[in-house]
C-alpha cells in the first residue's frame, strides 16, 4: 500500500502544470476577437426536443430492430426447448469467436459487430429463446444470420455515432 502523500503527487504536479499554463496564458493577446454570434439566441426558433428528434431521425435510433423473428427461426421459445441452452447464453459464449469472423467477412469494425451482438442478447433475454439444434449447427447459422444483419445495419447507416 502506498502512503497517501505518494498518491498525491501526481495530482499536485498536474494542478502546478496547469498554474503554469494559465499564467502564461494571461499574457498573451486572444487569439478571436470577434464578437460575431453563430446562431443567436435571439434567432433560434428550435426546440431542443425538435434538434434531438432531428438527430435521432438522422442517425436512425429510432428505428425497430426487425430480427425477431429471424431469432425466433434460429431459436424457440416452445415449452419443448425448455431444458435446452438458453439462446442468451450461447450467443455471449460465441461472441468473441463470430464478432471476428463477421468482422472480416463484412469489413466492418468489430465494435459495431459487438453491438448488433448486445441488442441480440438482449432480446434473446426478453423472449426466453432457447438452443433448437446443436451448437456447431447453431453457431454456423448464427454467424450467417449475423452476417446479414450486419450488412443491415451498416446499409441503413445506424452505425453512426450521433453527437
Excluded at 97 to 106: K, M
Amino acid at each position: 500500500m502506498w502512503p497517501t502523500q505518494y498518491v498525491a503527487w501526481p495530482a499536485l504536479r498536474k494542478l502546478e502544470y496547469m498554474d503554469r499554463l494559465m499564467r502564461d496564458l494571461t499574457r498573451r493577446k486572444p487569439t478571436i476577437t470577434t464578437v460575431r454570434q453563430v446562431d443567436p439566441l435571439s434567432k433560434l426558433r428550435k426546440t431542443l426536443r425538435e434538434h434531438y428528434r432531428k438527430k435521432r431521425e438522422h442517425y436512425g435510433l429510432d428505428h425497430p430492430d426487425f430480427y425477431e423473428s429471424d431469432l425466433r427461426n434460429l431459436f424457440s421459445d416452445s415449452p419443448q426447448y425448455a431444458k435446452n441452452a438458453s439462446a442468451a447464453r450461447f450467443v455471449r459464449k460465441i461472441r468473441r469467436e463470430v464478432r471476428g469472423t463477421v468482422a472480416s467477412f463484412t469489413d466492418s469494425y468489430q465494435y459495431t459487430i459487438d453491438q448488433l451482438i448486445e441488442g441480440i442478447i438482449e432480446k434473446c433475454r426478453e423472449l426466453n429463446l432457447r438452443l433448437t439444434e446443436s451448437e456447431d449447427t447453431t453457431k454456423i447459422d448464427f454467424m450467417l444470420f449475423l452476417t446479414v444483419q450486419t450488412m443491415n445495419y451498416l446499409h441503413s447507416g445506424r452505425h453512426r455515432v450521433a453527437l
